[in-house]
């Protein structure tokens, strides 16, 4: 398990990951949406994940939403990095419902997201631009590429679900362990 805090005047945030757990969570953000989308990802990446947040919700969620997203991809970069003994890339198209999303995804210590989820509004109190944000800090902080698209979906809460879910289950395979794939570059280095 290992341990990260960020406090800014905005947040104050702990989080403590293990990349090879079994998928428990104790996760308060102040979020209740984001704590949901959270648990999920913990429970479908087998990663344990330890989570407190005390942020300026009375303002609105995004300082918190988005500090999750710094701390938790930061964290996740002491994990991964340097990547050996790893598959490296991963994919995952996860339903729910009427609703399929895909996160093809890539430990390539070199960031970038292409975010591609037709959600706009809120669902209940959450405000579902903020998806964009947790996903942009997360794979900035992370330092992964992540393509995360929709291919079809309705519900507001099932497209946003199985996004979290997607990403989760990619990253659980492209974690995966696998010591015939040495250090996964042609460079040497990721």
């Given at each position: 398990?290992?341990?990260?805090?960020?406090?800014?005047?905005?947040?104050?945030?702990?989080?403590?990951?293990?990349?090879?757990?079994?998928?428990?969570?104790?996760?308060?953000?102040?979020?209740?949406?984001?704590?949901?989308?959270l648990e999920s990802f913990s429970k479908?990446?087998?990663?344990?994940?330890?989570?407190?947040?005390?942020?300026?919700?009375?303002?609105?969620?995004?300082?918190?939403?988005?500090?999750?997203?710094?701390?938790?991809?930061?964290?996740?970069?002491?994990?991964?990095?340097?990547?050996?003994?790893?598959?490296?890339?991963?994919?995952?198209?996860?339903?729910?419902?009427?609703?399929?999303?895909?996160?093809?995804?890539?430990?390539?210590?070199?960031?970038?997201?292409?975010?591609?989820?037709?959600?706009?509004?809120?669902?209940?109190?959450?405000?579902?631009?903020?998806?964009?944000?947790?996903?942009?800090?997360?794979?900035?902080?992370?330092?992964?590429?992540?393509?995360?698209?929709?291919?079809?979906?309705?519900?507001?809460?099932?497209?946003?679900?199985?996004?979290?879910?997607?990403?989760?289950?990619?990253?659980?395979?492209?974690?995966?362990?696998?010591?015939?794939?040495?250090?996964?570059?042609?460079?040497?280095?990721?």
């Amino acid at each position: 398990m290992i341990t990260k805090t960020r406090k800014t005047k905005e947040t104050n945030i702990t989080i403590s990951l293990d990349l090879n757990g079994t998928g428990k969570s104790s996760i308060s953000t102040g979020v209740g949406f984001l704590d949901h989308m959270l648990e999920s990802f913990s429970k479908h990446s087998l990663i344990d994940l330890d989570i407190s947040c005390k942020g300026d919700t009375h303002i609105d969620d995004h300082h918190s939403v988005e500090d999750v997203g710094i701390v938790l991809g930061g964290l996740l970069a002491e994990a991964i990095y340097p990547v050996k003994n790893m598959e490296r890339f991963g994919s995952a198209n996860i339903v729910m419902d009427e609703a399929c999303v895909s996160c093809d995804l890539d430990l390539s210590n070199r960031p970038f997201l292409v975010y591609e989820l037709n959600v706009h509004g809120k669902v209940g109190q959450f405000d579902t631009e903020l998806v964009e944000e947790f996903f942009r800090a997360f794979v900035l902080n992370s330092r992964i590429s992540a393509h995360i698209i929709e291919l079809r979906g309705k519900n507001k809460h099932h497209i946003i679900e199985a996004a979290f879910k997607s990403v989760a289950v990619a990253l659980r395979r492209a974690a995966a362990k696998n010591d015939r794939v040495g250090t996964p570059s042609t460079k040497g280095k990721l």
